[in-house]
């Protein structure tokens, strides 16, 4: 027996409002502790204005409405089936013939639809404005250059380089980074070693000065030296790149502030330019794995909501079900350090908590279930 059209369109609608009030609430939450947290830090710039830490506040709501999605899914869905058993609806539907499977069809869809919605319409807009957050963040409230100061100013890169073998590389290094405000990038004490295919040297550069616009590197006053030869004027010497001042800065910038769809590019780049693509991939693979945590959390609320109230027990299945949540925060997280240290593949890394909590709530819903 399927569940009526009717039937399925009610608990649906029940479903989805729960879900959105208690996203919009944590995320409320959320947004209050990090505005004060950024009145905190405007408090000794006196030339901030409360207007930009209002700014900055705003456009980290829709990254934070992402991070507290699977919560809202888990305590919503709780919500929404503890009022359902409460008011008997579900014993109803379960005394007709609707099995367990069949009343969290509708919950099930409309969660992975929300789940898929955030990850192909929502990470996209957060991630632009969480960019231009971290842009207004950097130019009023930190106090370093950027990201390519925290390095220290040394830079190592690697790039294809066809000239001399089509399948060759060159490795550049730069002992200190200066960003103009053109959009070049200048560098001082840059080294490129140009290598082949099967990583024999075949040439060296040397220059004090050089600097990186319109995808190639400009070295001035350069050197050039091939194997067991002594280094000769070059005068200005030019290599083409695929790099740009903001994919380098990208490359340090924080992986929420590129777009689902910019991922998979971005970090063929890195890869193919020397850059650590870690982290990028976890937070890749995480964007992949949210609807089917979405899922995943609507099953656990229904396994830890569903009991009949007069079996008692319900506070304490409740309580479990929203410490069940919080497990799996924290396996997330755990999971995502042994990712970024390489101990884990960043797929491993990214869906083992929608793996571990689905396991959890068929475990519990095949336990309760007697349809």
Same mark, same amino acid.
């Given at each position: 027996m399927f569940a009526s059209p009717t039937f399925s369109f009610y608990i649906a609608r029940q479903f989805v409002f729960c879900v959105l009030a208690m996203i919009a609430s944590l995320t409320g939450i959320v947004c209050l502790f990090d505005f004060i947290d950024l009145l905190r830090r405007v408090a000794t710039k006196p030339n901030v204005s409360t207007n930009v830490v209002t700014e900055i506040a705003a456009l980290h709501v829709p990254h934070f %409405?992402?991070?507290?999605?699977?919560?809202?899914?888990?305590?919503?869905?709780?919500?929404?089936?503890?009022?359902?058993?409460?008011?008997?609806?579900?014993?109803?539907?379960?005394?007709?013939?609707?099995?367990?499977?069949?009343?969290?069809?509708?919950?099930?869809?409309?969660?992975?639809?929300?789940?898929?919605?955030?990850t192909m319409v929502l990470s996209p807009m957060a991630s632009s404005l969480y960019r231009k957050a971290e842009e207004l963040d950097q130019q009023y409230l930190r106090t370093e250059g950027g990201p390519l100061t925290l390095t220290g100013g040394s830079l190592w890169l690697r790039q294809s380089d066809t000239r001399f073998d089509p399948h060759g590389v060159a490795l550049i290094h730069v002992g200190s980074v200066k960003m103009w405000s053109n959009a070049s990038l200048h560098v001082k004490d840059i080294s490129v070693l140009r290598l082949d295919h099967e990583d024999g040297l075949i040439e060296r550069?040397?220059?004090?000065?050089?600097?990186?616009?319109?995808?190639?590197?400009?070295?001035?006053?350069?050197?050039?030296?091939?194997?067991?030869?002594?280094?000769?004027? !070059?005068?200005?010497?030019?290599?083409?790149?695929?790099?740009?001042?903001?994919?380098?800065?990208?490359?340090?910038?924080?992986?929420?502030?590129?777009?689902?769809?910019?991922?998979?590019?971005?970090?063929?780049?890195?890869?193919?330019?020397?850059? %650590?693509?870690?982290?990028?991939?976890?937070?890749?693979? %995480?964007?992949?794995?949210?609807?089917?945590?979405?899922?995943?959390?609507?099953?656990? !609320? !229904?396994?830890?909501?569903?009991?009949?109230?007069?079996?008692?027990?319900?506070?304490?299945?409740?309580?479990?079900?929203?410490?069940?949540?919080?497990?799996?925060?924290?396996?997330?997280?755990?999971?995502?350090?042994?990712?970024? %240290?390489?101990?884990?593949?960043?797929?491993?890394?990214?869906?083992?908590?929608?793996?571990?909590?689905?396991?959890? !709530?068929?475990?519990?819903l095949l336990h309760l279930e007697d349809g």
């Open positions: %409405s992402i991070q507290i999605l699977p919560f809202g899914v888990l305590l919503g869905g709780i919500i929404c089936f503890w009022r359902l058993t409460r008011s008997s609806e579900l014993i109803v539907a379960r005394a007709a013939g609707i099995s367990a499977w069949q009343f969290l069809t509708a919950p099930l869809a409309c969660a992975i639809t929300i789940g898929l919605l955030t550069i040397e220059s004090p000065e050089g600097y990186l616009s319109h995808q190639k590197w400009i070295l001035n006053n350069s050197y050039t030296a091939r194997p067991y030869q002594i280094l000769q004027p !070059a005068g200005q010497f030019v290599l083409p790149t695929d790099l740009t001042l903001n994919r380098v800065q990208d490359s340090f910038a924080s992986p929420e502030t590129l777009s689902i769809w910019t991922l998979p590019g971005f970090i063929h780049l890195l890869d193919t330019s020397g850059f %650590s693509s870690v982290r990028h991939r976890i937070h890749f693979q %995480s964007l992949l794995a949210i609807p089917v945590l979405a899922g995943t959390m609507t099953l656990v !609320a !229904a396994g830890f909501s569903m009991r009949p109230i007069r079996r008692g027990g319900v506070a304490r299945m409740i309580g479990s079900g929203v410490a069940a949540g919080f497990l799996l925060f924290t396996v997330s997280k755990v999971a995502e350090q042994f990712g970024n %240290s390489g101990a884990l593949p960043p797929v491993m890394a990214a869906w083992a908590p929608a793996v571990a909590g689905l396991c959890l !709530a068929l475990s519990l």
